[in-house]
């Protein structure tokens, strides 16, 4: 579990006292979308490192070698439901298995649009709770964290928090980053069964290369 006692939370993500909880807004149905940046199959398997950009330019990411074949999931709005821009939480969720094989693979889900039953956009406080669900999908407990922080070129501020963890039994290691950007949640993850993601610079390059707004 993500430590939470007051003297980490301040100095992690500068939580306020009170933390308001999400709304829950009308949500569109979810799209799947396999992309291909590779030409073939063979490429699709090869060593080099793949560029991401989501469609709205909101982030840029270098997925390592093996992932040519990129799954995407995002929720569509219904705006003929009633729906209005400004209440539908949007996803983008982006992933891959390395090599087209179970076990091991890195992964990216964005949040935007989230906010406050006041209206205030999301904050720190609304990354925790996405970090540890994500932990929970692996069964798996915290060894080490660290705070995030950190200024682009482009003058965007990201805080968050990296986690790092393992699952109750064998040797396998699972890599978290949870950040917030102007109320943008990005959660990253890389995970592999056989362990050596702490380590493998194909996936420090995955989690540093990250890059908000791009357009």
């Known amino acids: 579990m993500i430590t939470t006692n007051k003297l980490l939370v301040a100095a992690l993500f500068l939580v306020i006292a009170m933390t308001a909880t999400?709304?829950?807004?009308?949500?569109?149905?979810?799209?799947?979308?396999?992309?291909d940046p590779a030409s073939d199959e063979s490429d699709n398997l090869s060593v080099n490192p793949v560029t991401y950009t989501n469609e709205g330019g909101d982030f840029q990411i270098i997925f390592?070698?093996?992932?040519?074949?990129?799954?995407?999931?995002?929720?569509?709005?219904?705006?003929?439901?009633?729906?209005?821009?400004?209440?539908?939480?949007?996803?983008?969720?982006?992933?891959c298995d390395r090599y087209q094989e179970k076990g091991e693979g890195c992964s990216v889900t964005a949040t935007f649009n989230l906010h406050g039953e006041?209206?205030?956009?999301?904050?720190?406080?609304n990354v925790v709770p996405r970090v540890e669900d994500a932990l929970a999908e692996y069964g798996a407990k915290v060894v080490s964290q660290?705070?995030?922080?950190?200024?682009?070129?482009?003058g965007i501020f990201v805080e968050g928090v990296d986690?790092?963890?393992?699952?109750?039994?064998?040797?396998?290691?699972?890599w978290v980053r949870g950040l917030i950007v102007q109320g943008d949640i990005y959660i990253l993850t890389a995970w592999n069964i056989n362990g050596g993601v702490w380590e493998n610079p194909d996936y420090i390059t995955f989690?540093?290369?990250?890059?908000?707004?791009?357009?």
């Open 64 to 95: 390592p070698g093996g992932c040519g074949k990129l799954v995407t999931r995002y929720n569509e709005p219904d705006l003929f439901g009633g729906e209005q821009w400004d209440e539908i939480i949007q996803v983008n969720h982006v992933y």
């Open 146 to 154: 660290q705070v995030i922080k950190n200024e682009f070129d482009n």
């Open 22 to 35: 999400a709304s829950e807004p009308a949500r569109g149905p979810v799209a799947e979308q396999a992309q």
């Open 118 to 125: 006041d209206g205030s956009m999301a904050g720190p406080e």
């Open 163 to 174: 986690v790092r963890a393992k699952p109750d039994m064998g040797a396998g290691e699972i």
């Open 207 to 215: 989690f540093n290369s990250f890059q908000p707004w791009t357009d």
